[in-house]
């Protein structure tokens, strides 16, 4: 089945760094786009970055431009997130996202559990 695992959350005052991983199973990882998500209590759910392979493309939320960078490693089916100058306002569970087709033009959704990133002082 389908798994994504995220881990490298804590704690760090601003300007400090983490780095999140994102650990896949369960299909062919090197086909699919992933994506990095963000929640903070009582806030919508937000994309914070994506990489496509199909497309090439790599966005970001420009809260997080030239802070933030998205990577992935086929090899070892996971993706990462080098976050740097770290700001309170970053403070949410991050999520790991992909979607996959299941077949009559139909899609799922597939979220890792959810990292916690606190940016304090």
């Known amino acids: 089945q389908v798994q994504l695992v995220e881990s490298g959350g804590g704690s760090v005052q601003p300007g400090g760094s983490l780095r999140l991983s994102c650990a896949a199973s369960?299909?062919?990882?090197?086909?699919?786009?992933m994506s990095w998500y963000r929640q903070a209590p009582g806030k919508e759910r937000e994309l914070v970055a994506g990489f496509s392979s199909l497309s090439g493309q790599t966005v970001y939320v420009p809260s997080v431009k030239g802070r933030f960078t998205i990577s992935r490693d086929n090899a070892k089916n996971t993706v990462d997130l080098q976050m740097n100058s770290l700001k309170p306002e970053d403070t949410a569970v991050y999520y790991c996202?992909?979607?996959?087709?299941?077949?009559?033009?139909?899609?799922?959704?597939?979220w890792g559990q959810g990292t916690q990133v606190t940016v304090s002082s």
């Open positions: 996202y992909t979607k996959l087709t299941t077949g009559g033009g139909r899609s799922s959704d597939y």
């Open positions: 369960g299909f062919t990882f090197s086909r699919n786009a």
